[in-house]
């Protein structure tokens, strides 16, 4: 899994996406195998004074319970700092997940990164 980051302004907008020279399917998952890169990536921007992060979930068809811990470390670090961790293009298997583990009282889930953008923004 590839990490691609996007700026606007003061927000980062992180997407997971498949390696271009790998076997993986089209759809990924975040599980023990890939957790780690999507955690690094979002800590390298919170050392660089970045902490309105919004994870585009696009490519993204599961996400196992080392995920969901990942996810949970990332968004406890950022509203450590006041920051905020938003999550879009999230699929209804994802969703229903984060609102059984209680995700989604720390992680806030908007349908499009315009949304999320324009939350952060105003």
């Given amino acids: 899994m590839n990490i691609s980051k996007r700026y606007e302004d003061e927000i980062v907008i992180v ?6 020279e790998s076997n ?5 998952t975040i599980d023990i195998a890939n ?8 800590e390298d921007e919170l ?6 992060i919004i994870i585009n979930l696009k490519h993204i068809a599961f996400v196992d319970s080392s995920g969901l811990q ?9 509203n450590k700092r006041n920051g905020s961790l938003l999550i879009t293009d999230i699929n209804n298997n994802i969703l229903r ?9 720390i992680v806030k889930p ?3 990164e315009a949304d999320a953008i324009k939350s952060l923004i105003s």
């Avoid at 997407?15 to 271009?20: L, Q, Y």
């Avoid at 993986?24 to 990924?28: A, F, N, T």
């Fill in 15 to 20: 997407t997971p996406e498949k390696n271009s």
């Fill in 24 to 28: 993986e399917s089209e759809h990924l």
């Fill in 35 to 42: 957790n780690k890169t999507l955690v690094d990536a979002i």
């Fill in 47 to 52: 050392q660089k004074g970045k902490f309105k």
């Fill in 70 to 78: 990942g996810l949970f470390t990332c968004a406890i670090n950022i």
């Fill in 97 to 105: 997940i984060f609102k059984i583990t209680s995700l989604l009282d």
């Fill in 110 to 112: 908007f349908g499009t």
